[in-house]
């Protein structure tokens, strides 16, 4: 075994096609199939069942999971060498979602900037989903996202809950008073989600508190990101639900939290569990260390009164 062979397989995996993979791996399609036969004789296990489209065995998917963790620490360890050799700074990538820009993502930054001056801090917005990929490839060091996961390899610390809050168009009837809504006023209504393209995302996090409570929108439209939805509340195309940081972004647009405990989304710090580098224990103290600064946007008004609790 290889990291050649390493590198065939999680090409398959991710394509689910050995004809795609092939043509992004620039080879012909029988000796990449001949490749992955071979790696599944040496290990003795079947790893993909070849059907349409290629599905990856129990011994597969763990294989995947296990094969981006090397492929990503090959890279970053060759990546960090040619660094010490250039006399560079270390890379630290930070993926995040785009509403945690409105509330403790520019502060922490700041914070870890004047703490390490060493580091040459990248920032990638990426949904929650993909900050997990990009964790176990090594393409980041930390992730902040909204959704919950089940991924044993990535540990993932509630930083908060924060609360949701109802867009709507101006001159509507929702706009008379700026109280608190129930979630039963989107029933009948237009909604709009976000983001469109990679599920599971916000908007199936905001369909489910919809479907749990029994409240159905007259219609759902997807939108790409955040401000677009935003832009098409202010069209009048319908009405959005959003983190009460991001109430900040329009002023063409009225907002109104919702009412009740479990109308929140949670702020996720997303990591290797495997990750070893004192960056990682720099950021939980830097985060509580700005938690006990109560800042405004850490205000009862936007969050519960919940407070970061770290794992291993």
């Given at each position: 075994m290889d990291l050649r062979q390493l590198r065939y397989f999680c090409t398959v995996a991710r394509e689910r096609?050995?004809?795609?993979a092939a043509e992004?791996?620039?080879?012909?399609?029988?000796?990449?199939?001949?490749?992955?036969?071979?790696?599944?004789?040496?290990?003795?296990?079947?790893?993909?069942?070849?059907s349409r489209p290629i599905r990856l065995t129990d011994a597969g998917r763990l294989f995947y999971e296990q094969a981006l963790q090397i492929l990503g620490r090959v890279e970053q360890m060759e990546a960090a060498t040619r660094r010490m050799?250039?006399?560079?700074?270390?890379?630290?990538?930070?993926?995040?979602?785009?509403?945690?820009?409105?509330?403790?993502?520019?502060?922490?930054?700041?914070?870890?900037?004047?703490?390490?001056?060493?580091?040459?801090?990248?920032?990638?917005?990426?949904?929650?989903m993909q900050q997990i990929e990009a964790l176990k490839e090594g393409r980041i060091d930390i992730g902040l996202g909204r959704l919950r996961h089940h991924d044993?390899?990535?540990?993932?610390?509630?930083?908060?809950?924060?609360?949701?809050?109802?867009?709507?168009?101006?001159?509507t009837p929702l706009t008379d008073t700026d109280a608190p809504v129930a979630l039963s006023?989107?029933?009948?209504?237009?909604?709009?989600?976000?983001?469109?393209?990679?599920?599971?995302?916000?908007?199936?996090?905001?369909?489910?508190?919809?479907?749990e409570n029994n409240v159905?929108?007259?219609?759902?439209?997807?939108?790409?990101?955040?401000q677009t939805a935003l832009g098409l509340v202010a069209a009048e195309s319908g009405v959005c639900i959003v983190p009460s940081a991001s109430r900040q972004l329009r002023s063409d647009v009225h907002y109104r939290l919702i009412e009740g405990e479990r109308a929140t989304s949670p702020v996720i710090l997303n990591y290797r569990r495997s990750d070893e580098s004192r960056y990682?224990?720099?950021?939980?103290?830097?985060?509580?260390?700005?938690?006990?600064?109560?800042?405004?946007?850490?205000?009862?008004?936007?969050?519960?009164?919940t407070r970061p609790k770290f794992g291993g």
């Open positions: 096609n050995f004809t795609r992004l791996l620039h080879m012909a399609q029988p000796p990449l199939s001949r490749q992955i036969q071979l790696l599944e004789e040496e290990l003795g296990v079947t790893l993909m069942l070849r050799g250039k006399n560079e700074r270390s890379v630290f990538g930070i993926g995040f979602v785009a509403s945690t820009l409105y509330g403790g993502l520019p502060l922490l930054v700041r914070k870890l900037r004047q703490h390490s001056p060493e580091l040459d801090i990248r920032l990638m917005e990426m949904t929650s044993q390899a990535v540990a993932g610390d509630v930083l908060r809950e924060e609360r949701l809050a109802l867009a709507v168009p101006l001159g006023a989107v029933a009948g209504l237009p909604l709009i989600v976000y983001p469109k393209d990679v599920r599971p995302g916000f908007a199936d996090q905001v369909l489910n508190l919809l479907h159905q929108p007259s219609e759902v439209q997807e939108a790409k990101e955040l990682i224990d720099i950021v939980k103290r830097l985060i509580q260390e700005m938690y006990a600064e109560n800042p405004p946007w850490l205000a009862l008004e936007h969050n519960l009164p």
